[in-house]
């Protein structure tokens, strides 16, 4: 296993997001934060509780999720459609890399990048509405195999685009 090929990928990945740290952390923030204010004013003033849960807090997984599966799927087909896309693909391709490793290092990036996402978003959620997490531990595994799952899912689509 070339630790260090994964570990230069998976840096070169997250260097890309520090660079559109804009449109990969704050719209996402900012669309969902939107949700909650038009979902929280319109519908939840109608929907006061459904199954003895405030409709806010009702919403925020559902919300959370929405932009991790989104986030999940860009990340990972975009990392390795430009490469394709710019014909820079071959420097990975003549790299000492197997196909494994190359897809850890894509993957990897993307699922830590969603991760993060999805954990700002529930931070931001607190300054809408009040919620509780009943098990953190089993969030948190959830959390990482949705979007370790919903990365492997955008890297196929990266490479059949």
Known sequence: MNWRGIWAIYKFEMHR???TLWTGLAVPVITTSLYFIVFGAAIGSRMTEIGGIPY?????PGLMMLSLFTESIFNASFGIHMPRFTGTIYEILSAPL???E???GYVGA???K???L??????????FVPYSIAHPVWMVCFLLLTAT???LFGFIIGLWA
Do not use: D
């Open 118 to 127: 999805g954990v700002l978003i529930l931070v931001t959620a607190r300054l």
């Open 149 to 151: 799952t919903f990365s």
């Open 17 to 19: 997001f520090r660079r």
């Open 102 to 104: 190359t897809v850890i």
């Open 114 to 116: 969603s991760v993060m």
């Open 110 to 112: 993307a699922a830590t």
């Open 56 to 60: 806010g807090a009702f919403i925020v």
């Open 98 to 100: 197997s196909a494994i």
